[in-house]
């Protein structure tokens, strides 16, 4: 039969705690916007003047043969640094508000892990076992890499500075370099799972043998809710076949969702 790995192997259903709602905080969001633009002001933009007598004093330098100069910095280049930093904190906001709602998202996952109990007095060969999760959420194969979590976004270029290489770039290097096959062994012992998406979930799995006495670990799964009127409890209905069981073995698994207050 299966089981809730981790919980009483008797026990054919869990508990899970979901936490409340994370309230959306106008103030604090408003205090990080703050604390961006004092971080980074605008640049003051130099009038035609000041540009002048910044050149002049380039070219005083230039002839004194003083590479030790900075460029100065136009006005143009000011404006363009300045308009591509009100998209910033436009981008930033826009980040705060994601970042929020990927955090209430977090909160309604939920993952737990099945395994198979093999009570019986003989190992169990060649067997399928058959879940069914009903409607209601999103059901992911708990092994797989889930979206992160949103990034801030980037500042644009500083006012006369020239862009140089982006070292960033440089750390998809080792994914670019071909790594050494692995070595070809028997194939697992328990197939990942197969989650195949009707009105309903389906999955397969499958055990190539299962010791007598012995519970394995079948699978690992996640389910996301899309809100939290979403949250309810749930069964996940199973079907165990083998190649030396007469008959298929029927039951059923229970996820209970408790909402805190």
Same mark, same amino acid.
């Given at each position: 039969?299966?089981?809730?790995?981790?919980?009483?192997?008797?026990?054919?259903?869990?508990?899970?705690?979901?936490? %409340?709602?994370?309230? #959306?905080?106008?103030?604090?969001?408003?205090?990080? &916007?703050?604390?961006?633009?004092?971080?980074?002001?605008?640049?003051?933009?130099?009038?035609?003047?000041?540009?002048?007598?910044?050149?002049?004093? &380039?070219?005083?330098? @230039?002839?004194?043969?003083?590479? =030790? #100069?900075?460029?100065?910095?136009?006005? /143009?280049?000011?404006?363009?640094?300045?308009?591509?930093?009100?998209?910033?904190?436009?981008? *930033?906001?826009?980040?705060?508000?994601?970042?929020?709602?990927?955090?209430?998202?977090?909160?309604?996952?939920?993952?737990?892990?099945?395994? &198979?109990?093999?009570?019986?007095?003989? $190992? +169990?060969?060649?067997?399928?076992?058959?879940?069914?999760? %009903?409607?209601?959420?999103?059901?992911?194969?708990?092994?797989?890499?889930?979206? $992160?979590? %949103?990034?801030?976004?980037?500042?644009?270029?500083?006012?006369?500075?020239?862009?140089?290489?982006?070292? !960033?770039?440089?750390?998809?290097?080792?994914?670019?370099?071909?790594?050494? $096959?692995?070595?070809? +062994?028997?194939?697992?012992?328990?197939?990942?799972?197969?989650?195949?998406?009707? =009105?309903?979930?389906?999955?397969? !799995?499958?055990?190539?043998?299962?010791?007598?006495? *012995?519970?394995?670990?079948?699978?690992?799964?996640? /389910?996301?809710?899309?809100?939290?009127?979403? @949250?309810?409890?749930?069964?996940?209905?199973?079907?165990?076949?083998?190649?030396? &069981?007469?008959?298929?073995?029927?039951?059923?698994?229970?996820?209970?969702?408790?909402?805190?207050?």
């Amino acid at each position: 039969k299966l089981c809730f790995w981790g919980q009483p192997e008797d026990q054919n259903f869990v508990r899970i705690q979901i936490p %409340p709602p994370i309230a #959306f905080d106008n103030e604090k969001v408003e205090t990080a &916007l703050q604390k961006i633009r004092s971080q980074h002001p605008p640049h003051p933009i130099p009038d035609e003047a000041q540009e002048r007598a910044e050149m002049k004093k &380039l070219e005083k330098q @230039l002839w004194k043969g003083n590479m =030790n #100069f900075r460029f100065p910095i136009s006005g /143009a280049e000011c404006q363009r640094y300045n308009k591509e930093l009100t998209v910033f904190y436009q981008a *930033y906001d826009a980040y705060l508000h994601q970042l929020h709602d990927y955090q209430n998202a977090r909160r309604r996952m939920i993952s737990f892990e099945i395994g &198979l109990q093999n009570s019986g007095t003989t $190992p +169990g060969e060649e067997i399928d076992v058959h879940l069914h999760f %009903p409607d209601g959420f999103q059901l992911f194969n708990g092994d797989e890499t889930l979206p $992160p979590s %949103p990034q801030p976004p980037k500042l644009p270029r500083q006012p006369g500075t020239v862009g140089g290489i982006d070292m !960033s770039a440089l750390s998809g290097i080792g994914r670019m370099i071909p790594k050494a $096959p692995r070595p070809i +062994g028997p194939p697992p012992n328990i197939s990942s799972p197969s989650i195949r998406r009707t =009105n309903s979930y389906d999955v397969r !799995s499958q055990i190539r043998k299962a010791k007598h006495g *012995y519970t394995l670990r079948v699978a690992s799964f996640v /389910a996301v809710f899309s809100n939290d009127d979403a @949250l309810k409890s749930f069964k996940i209905d199973y079907s165990i076949s083998a190649a030396n &069981l007469p008959k298929a073995f029927n039951d059923h698994l229970s996820v209970i969702i408790e909402k805190s207050n």
